[in-house]
């Protein structure tokens, strides 16, 4: 079966380690989080179709505070997975003071999305995060990722539970088109908004 759409024109701009050091523009943004091991670098490299545009690692915690990827419509910055031990008490305090300042200040922020893995969604990092994205009233979307690793009966009930919670969510799998086309047209969307 072919498919027509076009994966997003992704370009690696630069990377942040402070709020103040992020590039200045004035396109629209998407924030990407997620824990460590919920395959945000994987769905960047898949929506790009580009192998390494994202480091994957089969160590998490690789991802430098802000990580700025240019698209047609605007940025998408991928920040660090959280809840990964190895990372140092300094490290998790600079984050914890450097985070916040990035979702209150930055004018262009369209939103966040948000990745869990389906086999063990909305854990309570994943909660505090989402509140935190509420609390500055910026639209989350949530992407249950890995839906090859489970059944599609057991896809489907997850998402109509976090769904029934959370509100609207996408399921996604690196090894499914349908699901990379779904998220590449909720990108644009988002930015292009």
Sequence with gaps: MKFNFKYLNLKFEESAAEYSQCI????QEIAFVGASNAGKSSAINAISNQKKIAKTSKTP???KLFNF???????IV????YG???VSKAQKKEWARELPQYFSLRKNLAGAILFTDIRNPMRELDLTMFEMLANYGLPTLIVLTKTDKISWEKSEAVNKEISREFGNCLMFSIKEIGSIE????KI???LSS
């Excluded at 991928?78 to 997975?81: A, I, R």
């Excluded at 779904?182 to 047209?185: G, P, S």
């Design 24 to 27: 200045q523009h004035d396109m």
């Design 61 to 63: 915690g690789k991802t």
């Design 69 to 75: 990827f240019k698209a047609e419509f605007g940025y």
């Design 78 to 81: 991928d920040f660090p997975g």
């Design 84 to 86: 990964y031990s190895k």
């Design 182 to 185: 779904r998220l590449v047209n």
């Design 188 to 190: 644009n969307e988002l």
